[in-house]
């Protein structure tokens, strides 16, 4: 017994060790005095004001500019990001409404759990406690929430947009997307190769991925370098510096050009056609 009390007094030495507990100070801020505390806490109002302008994960102009672009090199590829990304924001939205919801009923529940006259005063504290967590966790969640509707309200303008502004069929359909297809993989190769090329190479992949499309990989490397030596030549006149729209202007220009090669890579595969359209989702008659 007597070694045990010992080890009990040796134990307490240890604790002040390696705890911080037994210092009476600890518990008190070395920095932090009345007046900091005052002039932080009268500050919070504006951090929660302004945070509402923050709280999203993305800002629009990185929305419309970075994430929907991708890069896609037509409507209906934008928008299925623009679907895919409400998609998502919708499940997480759920997740958090339903989590929401639950402590809603949590708080409640602890709200009636303190008026029982069977609890003592640490009971009290206690439940008191867990029921301002709760009541701190709701409050904030709002914040959360209200950002994701707001991104889901972005992304609904500009689906609306794009729809308007490239003639999208109010009805389009799986069908139309397909149909579609060809023009941004064609213009997507194009990028790809100018791209190789301002790297000095010749890529495996793009090689590969225009033979899948018909297109002879010797020919188009040959339109892209005369399309790049175009843009340097007319770098010599500083008043004609070729913006973006030259590149777009380039990708049309591919796309008119072999738009129908992939017939030719579908038949040396021994296939008649691409779209099988009875397996396809149709809305509206297609011409």
Known sequence: ?????????????????????GDVN????????????????????EVNRAVSAFNKQNSQTTMSLMTLNMIDSGPYRVLRQILAQVEKKRA????????????????????AKLKEDLLNDLQKEKISLEKNKIGS??????GHIEAAVKE???????????????NIPENWDEEDFEEAEIEHHIKSIFRNAIRDRMQGGHNQGTMEYMEQFGINPISAYAMVDNYI????QALNDPNKVPDIQSHYKFY?????????????????LGLDSI???DFLMKEHSHG
Not at 94 to 104: F, G, R, S, T, V
Not at 137 to 142: A, L, P, R, T, V
Not at 153 to 162: A, D, M, P, T, V
């Open 252 to 268: 049309n220009k591919m796309h008119q050009i072999f738009k129908n090669e992939y017939k030719k890579a579908m038949k040396n």
């Open 275 to 277: 779209i099988q359209a």
């Open 137 to 142: 966790d709701i409050i904030d969640s709002q």
């Open 152 to 166: 889901l309200g972005s992304l609904k303008r500009h689906y609306e947009e794009i729809c308007k502004n490239k």
């Open 26 to 45: 600890a518990v008190d801020f070395k920095t932090i005095d009345e007046k900091k505390l005052t002039e932080i806490s009268e500050w919070m109002p």
């Open 229 to 232: 030596h175009s843009i340097r």
């Open 1 to 21: 017994m007597k070694k045990d009390l010992v080890l009990f007094k040796e134990g307490e030495k240890f604790n002040k060790i390696i705890s911080k507990a």
């Open 92 to 111: 997480a939205l759920k997740e958090n409404l339903y989590k929401l919801q639950l402590k809603k009923i949590e708080y409640r529940e602890l709200e």
